[in-house]
């Protein structure tokens, strides 16, 4: 079990560092060194600075390599190359909700990621995180075109405080299961 935040660097420490020493990433590296600087000015649990540090087109190295560590993506499961999507995103219905998405990009599958960074407590954060991920999924499908065309969509949720009970591990995954079986029959909603 990680403690993500007792500083605003350990979040680095354990996700990206150590990414780039086992994945060899030379454009990460090359990153990191310059790292040092970037954390002297920025406190990457402020939303500006973690969508400066991740979700910008020239830190995709940093991106890549803390999702495929997040997810646990090794060899051929490994995400390679991602989109940087557009951040806000439009209400449907002009007396709709905006919703403005921390980090958020497409792989080559086209399966939709969504990093989100939460420092403060707020008591609608799970159902914010369950909205942004249900738009993102909704929002796929044009018309004329088939629901076997949709694509997951993976949300990754970082706090500066536990979210879950006390229980659940500080990294913990999540899928929707059947009650009777415990089997995932709805992978693209997990």
Do not use: W
């Not at 420490?13 to 990191?32: D, F, I, T, W």
């Not at 040092?36 to 995709?60: L, M, S, Y």
């Not at 399966?111 to 008591?123: A, D, G, T």
């Amino acid at each position: 079990q990680y403690d993500l935040f007792p500083s605003s660097i350990n979040m680095f420490k354990m996700a990206v560092y150590p990414l780039v020493k086992q994945r060899s990433c030379k454009m990460g590296l090359n990153h990191l060194r310059n790292f040092a600087t970037v954390r002297r000015f920025f406190d990457p649990k402020n939303d500006v600075a973690f969508k400066k540090i991740f979700g910008v087109e020239q830190n995709k190295p940093l991106l890549l390599n803390f999702l495929n560590s997040i997810l646990r993506r090794e060899d051929d499961n490994m995400i390679e190359e991602v989109e940087l999507l557009p951040q806000e995103l439009t209400p449907r219905y002009e007396d709709s909700k905006k919703y403005i998405l921390d980090v958020s990009c497409r792989d080559k599958k086209g399966h939709k990621y969504i990093v989100q960074m939460q420092n403060k407590r707020l008591s609608s954060f799970i159902q914010r995180l369950e909205y942004y991920a249900s738009r993102t999924y909704s929002d796929q499908l044009l018309k004329g075109v088939d629901y076997l065309e949709l694509k997951p969509v993976i949300l990754l949720a970082i706090a500066n405080h536990n979210i879950f009970p006390r229980k659940i591990q500080c990294i913990s995954y999540h899928c929707n299961r059947e009650e009777e079986t415990n089997k995932c029959f709805l992978p693209n909603i997990s």
